[in-house]
Structures are given as C-alpha cells and as structure tokens.
C-alpha cells in the first residue's frame, strides 16, 4: 500500500442492510409494540460507522492520509442500466423487506449528521457508483482508496492504492491480499465471480464449475474469453 496525503473512504451501505437486519430483526423503537418502527439496521449501521471511526483513529497508518474523506453509498430505487442485462436479479433487488425499507431514510439522516455524505445516483447501483469514485479517486497522486464492503464484486478494485475492508470480519484486502487469498491479480476477479458464481446470487452461472477450477482455468488461459475460445481443448464437463 502506497501512503498518501489524502483517504476517501466509502462505505458500500447497500451490502450491510441485511447483514445488520439479519442480526436485529426483532430490535423496535417500542420493544413493548410489535407495530413501532424497526430501528435494529439503523442500530446497527451506527455502530458500524462508529467502529469504523474509531478503528481509523487508532490505526492511522501511513495510508490514511492527513485528510479523510467520507461516503456512504446505496442503490437508487429506480431502475438501472443493469436491469435489462438481468432483470431477475433486478426486481430481487428491489424487493427489500419492508422492515429494511422503513429504515433506510433515518439511516441516511443520521450519516450526513455524523460526517458521511450519502450518496444514490440515478440509473446507477451501488457498486457501479463505488467503482467509478474510486478510479476518479485514485487518478490523484496524494489520494488512497479505502472501501469499506463484504461484497466480493468490488475485489476487482483492489490495488496498492485501494484497499477492501470488511468491517465486520476486519479483513482488509489490497491487491496482494486478493493474491493471497484467491491465487489472482484483481484484474480477473471479475471473470472469477462470473465462472464461480451460484445461481443463488441471481447472477448465470457455469454448472460444475468450481472455485479452484475457475482459478486453474484462468490461470492458463489468462481471462474468460481466453477460455472460451479454446472450450474445446478443456477437459468435460467444464469444456461443456
């Protein structure tokens, strides 16, 4: 990791909503009424966020610059440029549970009150909004990257001046760590969630294959499409 003058970090807001609701599903502003508000997300993204403040105060490495700048970022509820590629996945991402939904305006309120500026762009999803600040970001010398996720799509992003952070396992990864970790530069993680993928996370996925068979292929091969055109020369049933 390279140090720098200046830290952005961003918080991927939108992946921790059911980490945290799964955690305090029953959590109430009345815990004596069933109907009051749910607050355990709120609750519990405010803890984060104060965690995080103070992990960042006490680690001040020589990555986290002088000054330190703050996002939280969420899906825009409207439609995306991504719904016409999957629009399964789509209209699953749009149906939060309503408990979620009722939480997400005060969880919004209460960042900008603490210093993180929230931000939900049109047409766009979180990841899509997390990616582009984090290369505009980094074009700037003096700037580091921190992105603050447990999403295992934003790993592509990973380099020595962006680093992944899972706030809750408090892993960090920069793009030695996704080396490490996945045996592959950041470059092809890409390729490696598509290959890998479950049909459970809504995304098309290659049946039989498995993890270390979609490192082994894209190691020799060098990218997906690398694999698919030489499918013929792959041993079955990954070659089908």
């Not at 098309?204 to 030489?230: C, D, F, H, W």
Request: glycine share 6%; aromatic share 8%; net charge positive.
């Amino acid at each position: 990791m390279q140090d720098s003058e200046r830290t952005l970090i961003i918080l991927d807001g939108y992946s921790y909503l059911y980490r945290h609701f799964q955690n305090y599903q029953e959590m109430r502003a009345n815990p004596h009424k069933k109907g009051s508000l749910p607050t355990g997300v709120i609750y519990n993204t405010m803890t984060e966020i104060s965690n995080i403040n103070s992990l960042i105060s006490s680690k001040r490495s020589p990555f986290f610059g002088k000054t330190l700048f703050h996002a939280c970022v969420y899906d825009y509820k409207g439609p995306s440029f991504r719904d016409e590629w999957m629009p399964d996945l789509a209209k699953r991402k749009r149906q939060l549970p309503e408990a979620i939904q009722l939480q997400i305006d005060p969880i919004e309120n209460l960042c900008e009150i603490l210093g993180w500026k929230t931000l939900k762009i049109p047409g766009l999803r979180a990841i899509d909004v997390i990616g582009t600040l984090a290369k505009i970001a980094t074009k700037k010398p003096d700037t580091n990257v921190v992105v603050i996720s447990g999403n295992q799509d934003l790993f592509q992003l990973a380099s020595d001046r962006v680093v992944i952070f899972d706030s809750i396992s408090r892993y960090e990864r920069d793009d030695n760590g996704v080396v490490r970790d996945f045996g592959l530069l950041p470059s092809l993680m890409l390729d490696f969630q598509v290959m890998s993928s479950s049909s459970a996370d809504g995304k098309r996925n290659i049946p039989k294959m498995t993890p270390a068979s979609s490192v082994k292929l894209l190691k020799k091969y060098g990218s997906l499409q690398g694999i698919i055109e030489n499918a013929d020369s792959t041993p079955n049933p990954v070659g089908d």
